[in-house]
């Protein structure tokens, strides 16, 4: 039996570890040209950059003659007027070009955020059951910032250096090509001791990525369920889990910072070997008459030119190596598959017969690839959520769906709205295939009601009108609004429809969030409704409200309703039982009672009765 055998979570260990070859670099480079920098700008800060090391090249030169033929009476005004003049002139030069390329960098950050936040705008529901929110806000946050501190705090640095390093070389060789060699010997030696602290800090900053991640993940759940966590008074469990994160960063953050100390003796040591050997050796040579004064002088100016960008130079690769593992993490969102919202044909309207042919569908194992291809872990095959469900839902008509918990009603509703495809069979609405019409135009004939009724922070005004492409009239918001009945109740708050509903409506009821999410939907004007367990969490009082509001907005469409009233399955053109994923019967509320066991057994102990009562007159929360 081999290691990996033996050890299938070190294997594992290792295969997760960022990529250490050239493809890593290429795509680093690649995700930075995407960012579309302004190449005339980058150019202008270059000429800066250039210009200022020009000028700090001639200091020295200037130094060395001044040393020379240094006497009291040699010192003239116009000789300080031009030393103060280069001085000034380095000053700006070095602000004008570190400021362009910061705002270079900042602009590039920023386009590479709109990507990313228009490409979770893009990717299809299955990517989110795969990720995390937390993991997610982690590659637009904490991942982008990895790279913005390259580009805006290190770039700079990087690219005066290099030109700085190249520039007192040059003239170093000018003045004693020997001792310019045996620094030249030096320095690699030192790089050579530093790479190894280089890969250090690149596995560690993954690591840093990867608990960071973990812990947003931990925190973005908590705080948005914080409601769930007091009932149920898990607050020192979730603090455990936030512990272990918060020590998890501690730990690589300690890595770090061991590793960025040792850094600093190693470079300080190399500055002061160089120094001493420039020093004894330009000693001896001064004393011999080989070198002036000014000439050591001048070299060793020159010789810090090259050693303190050459720190600037491994600050930039230390932090490039961060940068690695930030960068893959943000090229695979980038990469991953999204939903196409106008390619296919354009639909007008949705009017015609919605036909379930043969449709089997299975939600793809955790341990498949982004892409989602596959349905295996570990040699098990997937389970079939829905197997070979057929029937149809005729137009301008009720057609309910029942049957127990689990059965797959909400996942056939998913498949409805395209949030999945089928992987057996199809859906066609008349004689076309769903997926023969674009996106976009599909989902914008459908309204939605649910039982959870989700509203955005935000006026009242914003959820109702939310995801209309046009400008919605205050008259057909109030329509809307009286035909949910949702208009008492929202006159009575302080501000009206300018109110403000709180993070995910909690500063509504139950039944004031449904009948605006009823009235959003009204505003649509959709041809195909489909509601989820609309009334199942309202008392009966805001139920009967709302029911009307339902029988207004159900009034001429195409209605699926997952019902769990026996008044609503009652009234239902057509009744659909769907169990353990299969239809097991399909007919009128008498026929099914008659002659489908489990329906009669399902609607006289699980489909609650409610007595209709005529509408309370104002009725509100």
Partial sequence: MNRNERFPQERQLQTNRPNRRSGDWRRFFRLIRETKPSYPALSAALALSIATTLVGLAIPLFTKHLI???????????????????FVGQAVT???????????????????????????????????????TGETVSRVTSDTAVVKGLITDQLSGFITGIINVIGSLALLLTLNWQMTLAVLVAIPLATLCMLPVGRLLRRNAY??????????ATLTQVLSEVRLV???????????????????????????????????????????????????????????GAFTAGELVAFILYLIQVVM?????????????????????????????????????????????IVLDRVTF?????????????????????????????FTIEPGRTTAIV???????????????RFYSPTGGGIRLGDEPIESYALGSWRRRIGYVSQESPLIAGTVRDNIVYGMERD?????????????????????????????????????????????????????????????????????????????????????RTTLVIAHRLSTVVDASRIVFIERGAVTGIGTHEELFRTHAMYREFAAHQLRMSDEQPLPAGAGR
């Avoid at 194992?365 to 070979?388: H, M, T």
């Fill in 68 to 86: 020379d033929g240094f006497t009291l009476a040699s010192i003239s005004a116009t000789q300080i007027v031009v030393l103060a003049a280069v």
């Fill in 94 to 132: 070095r602000f004008g070009a570190s400021y362009m390329l910061s705002r270079i960098g900042q602009g590039m950050v920023a386009s590479l955020r709109d990507r990313l936040w228009r490409k979770l705008l893009k990717l299809p529901v299955p990517y989110y059951d795969r990720h995390s």
């Fill in 207 to 216: 690591g840093m990525q990867e608990e960071t991640a973990k812990f947003t």
């Fill in 230 to 288: 007091k009932l149920s008074g898990a607050e020192a469990r979730e603090y455990d889990n936030g512990h272990r994160g918060i020590a998890g960063m501690l730990r690589f953050g300690l890595q770090e910072g061991k590793i960025q100390a040792l850094v600093a003796p190693l470079g300080t040591f190399v500055m002061m070997a160089l120094l001493v050997l420039v020093i004894g050796y330009g000693g001896l040579l001064v004393s011999s």
């Fill in 309 to 353: 960008p050459t720190t600037q130079i491994a600050n930039f690769f230390t932090q490039l190596q961060r940068t690695l593992g930030a960068t893959e993490r943000i090229v695979s969102l980038l990469e991953a598959d999204e939903e196409t919202f106008a390619a296919g044909k354009p639909l007008s309207a949705a009017t015609g017969p």
């Fill in 362 to 390: 299975a939600y793809p194992r955790e341990s498949v690839d982004e892409a989602g291809g596959g349905g295996e872990k570990n040699g098990e095959p997937a389970v079939d959520v829905l197997r070979d469900i057929s």
């Fill in 403 to 417: 049957g127990p918990s689990g059965g797959g009603k909400t996942t056939l509703f998913s498949l409805l709205e």
């Fill in 472 to 556: 919605v009239s205050d008259d057909e918001l109030k329509s809307a609004a009286a035909m949910a009945y949702a208009d008492v109740f929202i006159d009575e708050l302080p501000q009206g429809y300018d109110t403000e509903v709180g993070e995910r409506g909690v500063k509504l009821s139950g039944g004031q969030r449904q009948r605006i999410a009823i009235a959003r939907a009204l505003l649509r004007d959709p041809d195909i409704l489909m509601m989820d367990e609309a009334t199942s969490s309202l008392d009966s009082k805001s139920e009967l409200v709302v029911q009307q509001a339902l029988r207004n907005l159900m009034a001429g």
